[in-house]
């Protein structure tokens, strides 16, 4: 099968050859939208309770994708209203830079603030006594800013040298030339790529860990289930839904990334292989998929938010004209009535020691 031909005059040209803005203006809308939503929902979850290590990581991620929406998307929507591309709306350059600098950085960045989210369940999860003694919301901040400056620091390179960031068809994207002729622009290629695939398979991998745990947890409540057990049956089975709630929250996440961003990975690996078949279509194909995760993310954080369900179902109480007893709540759906009745020191602490945040389940 022959591959495509190469459009040279791509990197070079000066107007936009083809597309239409409304694809990116609807990208630009949902993903402002969602971020600012999903923003909204923090700020009132942290006025409720003290800010927790897991929710330091999601605000961190919520902003990153915001700041990374308002970075390319109206250059993309200026270039189709103009008719110039990235390349002819500056001479020396630097719109295409700032470009390519921007997906390449806070792609990485998203990526490394997931894995983090990853870790924190891991280790509240799978490791509850190191967590709770050694790992606080200063290690959220800590871990966030060593993010940013490694990632900025290595997205600086093709700057100086090392890498390089190019235009693509139509004229709307700068990203790192995936088709260099210098060796030393083929080795930055293929770290970004390791980069990105390490973190992938780490992910997964904490994930995985966490779905172990959680089985472990259910199987030893169930074999050693007492007449005591049984009569707090339902604070203990909200301690796991809570904790499968984050989980479930974290997994779809991480199979959002997966799919956004494997498509890169593989087509730069692809090109230093035997099956190396240049396509500026597939290119444009993985730029697109890399560039919807911010957006994604946090229409997935809202819609699987646990909370979300929860203020739903209060809503409704709340409005109906007959209010149900607690009682009768609980016995419609115990998985939405969270409210921990007083005096439940123990729940308390079981949630303490299995998720690291005093008196409650997660973020």
């Known amino acids: 099968m022959a591959s495509e031909p190469?459009?040279?005059?791509?990197?070079?040209?000066?107007?936009?050859?083809?597309?239409?803005p409304t694809i990116p203006a609807i990208m630009f809308s949902a993903g402002v939208l969602g971020n600012v939503v999903a923003l909204i929902l923090l700020e009132i979850r942290r006025r409720k309770q003290p800010a927790s290590l897991f929710q330091v990581l999601v605000t961190s991620l919520v902003i990153t994708d915001l700041l990374g929406t308002f970075s390319v998307s109206p250059i993309v929507l200026t270039a189709y209203l103009r008719n110039e591309s990235l390349i002819g709306m500056n001479e020396n350059r630097f719109v295409c830079g700032h470009f390519g600098y921007a997906m390449t950085f806070l792609s990485m960045v998203t990526l490394a603030i997931l894995l983090s989210m990853a870790v924190e369940r891991w280790l509240s999860i799978g490791h509850p006594y190191f967590y709770e003694k050694r790992l606080s919301k200063r290690c959220g901040y800590i871990t966030i800013a060593l993010i940013y400056l490694l990632c900025a620091l290595f997205c600086v390179a093709p700057f100086l040298g090392f890498g390089k960031y190019v235009q693509y068809c139509p004229g709307t994207w700068c990203f790192i030339d995936m088709d260099p002729s210098m060796r030393s622009h083929k080795v930055f290629n293929i770290i970004?790529?390791?980069?990105?695939?390490?973190?992938?398979?780490?992910?997964?991998?904490?994930?995985?860990s966490v779905i172990y745990h959680l089985s472990l947890m259910n199987r030893r409540r169930k074999a050693h289930r007492s007449s005591i057990q049984r009569q707090r049956g339902h604070k203990r089975q909200r301690s796991i839904t809570k904790e499968v709630e984050h989980l479930v929250l974290l997994g779809f996440m991480t199979i959002a990334f997966f799919i956004c961003s494997l498509p890169l990975?593989?087509?730069?690996?692809?090109?230093?292989t035997l099956f190396n078949q240049e396509s500026h279509k597939n290119d444009r194909i993985s730029l697109l998929l890399l560039s919807a995760n911010p957006i994604i993310d946090p229409w997935v954080f809202i819609i699987l938010s646990p909370p979300v369900p929860r203020l739903l179902w209060n809503k409704i109480c709340k409005t109906s004209k007959s209010k149900p007893t607690p009682e009768k709540v609980r016995s419609i759906h115990p998985v939405m009535y969270q409210s921990s009745p007083?005096?439940?020191?123990?729940?308390?602490?079981?949630?303490?020691?299995y998720t690291g945040i005093p008196g409650t389940a997660g973020f």
């Open 192 to 208: 970004y790529a390791t980069c990105l695939l390490v973190m992938i398979i780490c992910t997964v991998l904490c994930n995985v």
């Open 265 to 272: 990975v593989i087509q730069v690996y692809l090109r230093y």
């Open 6 to 20: 190469k459009n040279d005059s791509c990197p070079v040209r000066l107007t936009v050859s083809d597309g239409s």
């Open 342 to 353: 007083p005096g439940d020191s123990e729940g308390g602490n079981f949630l303490k020691v």
